[in-house]
């Protein structure tokens, strides 16, 4: 496995979770990463990006002023620190890296390497 996501798990609305997605052979250290995210019948959407170096992030909508997108150059880990969580945000979380050096997207189709995913759910 290229990419692994963790830190998923249960918890109530306004509470806050820490999702790692981590690159241990450091394959992906020049590229940059994303999160989507899948609710249950739901089609997966884009959550947020991060470029290479961490200078650079993208948000969706619906995230900001929630989530926050970090990334450790050290350790190859990017995070998602989700804060606020509400129901709405229940979904099975997948951590990316594009296949290009292309700037940050939103665009799914540009990520060709996909972790396992982590589960999250909020509950009311």
């Known amino acids: 496995v290229q990419l692994q996501a963790s830190g998923g798990g249960l918890v109530q609305a306004g509470g806050s979770l820490r999702l790692t997605c981590a690159d241990s052979?450091?394959?992906?250290?020049?590229?940059?990463r994303g999160w989507f995210r899948q609710a249950p019948g739901r089609e997966r959407e884009f959550v947020a990006a991060i470029s290479w170096d961490g200078d650079s992030t993208l948000l969706a909508d619906s995230v900001k002023g929630r989530f926050t997108i970090s990334r450790d150059i050290a350790k190859n880990n990017v995070y998602l620190q989700m804060d606020s969580l509400e129901p709405e945000d229940t979904a099975v979380y997948y951590c990316?890296?594009?296949?290009?050096?292309?700037?940050?997207?939103?665009?799914?189709?540009?990520?060709?390497?996909w972790g396992q995913g982590t589960l999250v759910t909020v509950s009311s």
């Open positions: 990316a890296a594009p296949w290009w050096l292309g700037p940050l997207t939103e665009n799914e189709s540009k990520y060709g390497y």
């Open positions: 052979a450091g394959k992906f250290s020049s590229y940059g």
